[in-house]
């Protein structure tokens, strides 16, 4: 297509075609979004050409991106108004609207309304009452809503908090409920990550592009052996609603791509208590923990800490191949991991 199509669009496919690992042929992974509101053949029309080891077609780029000027010869004097008019525009936008999943509609429409409604804030009240301290309960108060709801720690404690012992228990502040779905892994870390807990398919993509990321080309190789493929497949789904068990988020698997992807420590504070660090980047101050835990046998929800809790160890895979620049992490992080060991080995 060199030649006979815009450079703009050979761009714009060239990106097109980085997703093609992840999507392969599957229209609704891949959404449509580059046909729909380019003109341009997107990722799984990609993967079929590729499957079939066919060139590009060249009739498959829209018109517009095969003329080789854009401009109109115009009368002098003459004004037919295409500078103002917003009808292509408008049109554009619609499709794309509607290419959209429900967390980019809702993204797309908060940018038009602060262009149509410049004088309304975009900020809303948030949605638990937040706390005071000194502050005075009052009768009547409002309840959270059920999704992402806090459960307290008062005398009636979650049963699976009694599973931790009383001297690392002190050290949680409460426990956060999301959504049972089969997505509830996917939406704690959403939540936690700052996309809210409907921005769980975000993660799932996210996490399902950080396997086949080009700058780490065998570590996943390593960790996962031949399970890649499996670990993949689990992050990929056929539609939004409940999940099957092997869709699931699971730990260890998850915990390795969620602290690289995101550059988070991520602890899991199950039965097997056990502490993920970033394994190609060395340590950041002020960085995020995010703590999880999987109860019941079906369910995760988050855990909101105290500052300083000790830090259970980390796996051996990580030792076993992390970079020698992410050793950094054990090192600004092991008084809270040997305050793990101390309590554990005074519980014993």
Known sequence: MRGSVSRAALRRIAEELLRVDYVGTNRQICGCTLRTSYGLPCACELGRYTL??????????HVHWR???MEVELEVGADDGSEVDMTCAMDE??????????????????????LAYPTMTP???????LKTKGGVKKKGQSQPSQTSKKLKLSKKQPQFILQFPNHFRSYIEDVVNVESDGNCGF?????????????????RRELGLEIIDKDRPTLYDKLFSNRLSEVRESLMIESF???PPEKWLTIPDMGYLIANRYNVVLVYLGNL????????SSHLPNVSIYCIDFVN???????????????PPVTLDWRKFRSHTATTWMLEFAGRLQHWQLLTLVLA
């Open 52 to 61: 079939g080891g066919i060139p590009i077609p060249v009739d498959v780029v």
């Open 67 to 69: 003329k080789l000027t």
């Open 93 to 114: 936008l619609w499709k794309r609207f509607r290419s959209l999943d429900v967390i980019g509609k809702r993204a797309l429409k908060s940018r038009v309304c602060e």
């Open 123 to 129: 900020l809303c009240p948030p949605p638990e009452k």
């Open 187 to 203: 939406r704690v870390i959403a939540s936690l990550h700052g996309y809210g807990e409907d921005g769980w398919p975000m993660v």
């Open 241 to 243: 609603g409940s999940q």
């Open 273 to 280: 208590c056990m502490t993920f660090f970033p394994m190609t």
């Open 297 to 311: 046998h079906n369910h995760w929800v988050q855990f909101n800490m105290k500052e300083g809790f000790p830090l």
